[in-house]
Each structure stands twice: as C-alpha cells, then as structure tokens.
Nanobody
Framework: QVQLVESGGGLVQAGDSLRLSCAAS????????MGWFRQAPGKEREFVGR????????NLADSVKGRFTISRDNAENTVYLQMNSLKPEDTAVYYC?????????????????WGQGTQVTVSS
C-alpha cells in the first residue's frame, strides 16, 4: 500500500531553518505531483506548496514564498521542504500528500494519500 512518511520536524527559534523530508513507497513516485500542507492549532489545513512530477515546476503559498522551497529526488522517492527564516506563525503540523491523477494541486481534497505529519514549532 501507499505510505508517505514525513520527518525532520522539531522545535526551533525564529529565523532558523529546517528541512522536512517525505519518503514515499507503494507508488510510482515520478508520476505523482507531490504537495505540502500544514495545519496550525485551531486552524484549517492549508496549502504550502507543490512540486511537479519531474521537479521542474513548483508553486508556493504567498505566505512562504521567498522562504520555503520544495524539491524532490525521484531516485530516492523523496520530496523535501526546505524552510528558511522561520517565523512563529509557521508553527504547525506539516503533511506531505500525493495528488491524484488529473487533480488540481491547490485543492487538498484532490490528494489521495497523506502522511502522518511532522510537528514544526517556532519559538519567538
């Protein structure tokens, strides 16, 4: 079965960096657009960014543009979220997800598979 496993979260200070990883198994990874989402306490889950199947194209939410980047290694079946200049408002559980074929990458309900999430906490 499909499994997505995130790692790399933790407690950091404002201005620090973290790199999240999401290891995928059970799917043909290089045929799948991958997305990152996050959910802060008391808030709805929101889109962070996505990366195309080849890794050529990425899209990021306005709130993280210029600070976060997404990359992938199809040979390792892994997608990454590099987070720089972290702010307290970035505190959330971060999830990776696999987009269904033909789905709209900005719509979370079009993602078929989700990881369990990894906690990122940014202190001020």
């Amino acid at each position: 079965q499909v499994q997505l496993v995130e790692s790399g979260g933790g407690l950091v200070q404002a201005g620090d960096s973290l790199r999240l990883s999401c290891a995928a198994s059970g799917l043909t990874f290089d045929t799948v657009t991958m997305g990152w989402f996050r959910q802060a306490p008391g808030k709805e889950r929101e889109f962070v960014g996505r990366i195309s199947r080849s890794g050529t194209n990425t899209n990021l939410a306005d709130s993280v543009k210029g600070r976060f980047t997404i990359s992938r290694d199809n040979a390792e079946n892994t997608v990454y979220l590099q987070m720089n200049s972290l702010k307290p408002e970035d505190t959330a559980v971060y999830y990776c997800a696999a987009l269904k074929i033909g789905g709209a990458w900005g719509r979370q309900y079009d993602y078929d598979y989700w990881g369990q999430g990894t906690q990122v906490t940014v202190s001020s």
